[in-house]
Structure formats: C-alpha cells, structure tokens
Nanobody, 125 residues
Framework: QLQASGGGLVQAGGSLRLSCAVS????????MGWFRQAPGKEREFVAS????????YYQDSVKGRFTISRDKAKNTVYLQMNSLKPEDTAVYYC????????????????????WGQGTQVTVSS
C-alpha cells in the first residue's frame, strides 16, 4: 500500500513537502514516481527516483523547484516542493513500479501498477 500525505493550501511562492509511506510490500527495490492531475486534465508526470536513489527525473516545469528523495529505512518517498505556483495546483499521487528505470518508462503513468490515494495541493495567487 502507498499512502500519500502532506498536501494543503499554500500561497504562491510557498513550500510543501509531500510524503508517500509504503507498507505491506517490498518496495525497496522499486522505482517511485510522483504524478499530478488537475481538474479536466490528464495525469502528468512530476518526478521519479530509482530504487538506489542514484537516478532522478523531473518534468521540465518543476526542475529547480521540486526535489524527490526516499528514505529506505522509513519506507517513505518525499517530494519537496518550493516556489510553488498556481499552476502546480492538482491532486498529487505517488506510484511504484519495478523493472527498467528510464525517463521514457517512468514518465508514463500507465507503467505503474501501484498507486497511492492522492493528496490535494492548492496554490493560491
């Protein structure tokens, strides 16, 4: 199971840290991803991290503002979001997959079999 938390309402320019707690499975060797979905839009890739934490990928619009990390001891993946913008408003989901870790694979939400329930992030202008 994946449990996302940490969303909320924040003003533009503010920060939030999302957490994704993993339980009930051996996800230490899984690649993890964060996606988001705004109303009326398709789910889009935000960031991903390899099981070893040696590799990360980001959507261009969040590079330099968001940081993905993982704490294997706590079975938790984080998404630190700084300099938030109104266009970052969405429901954020964490997801997990095993196997190949490439940008092409990790950016496609259809490649992830395991999903958390989502947490709402609202950025006011």
């Amino acid at each position: 199971q994946l449990q996302a938390s940490g969303g909320g309402l924040v003003q533009a320019g503010g920060s939030l840290r999302l957490s994704c707690a993993v339980s009930g499975g051996t996800f230490s060797t899984y690649g993890m991803g964060w996606f988001r979905q705004a109303p009326g839009k398709e789910r889009e890739f935000v960031a991903s991290i390899s099981w070893s934490s040696n590799s990360t990928y980001y959507q261009d619009s969040v590079k330099g503002r968001f940081t993905i990390s993982r704490d294997k001891a706590k079975n938790t993946v984080y998404l630190q979001m700084n300099s938030l913008k109104p266009e970052d408003t969405a429901v954020y989901y964490c997801a997990a997959r095993s196997g190949v870790f490439t940008y092409t694979v990790m950016k496609n939400y259809k490649n992830y079999p395991y999903w958390g329930q989502g947490t709402q992030v609202t950025v006011s202008s």
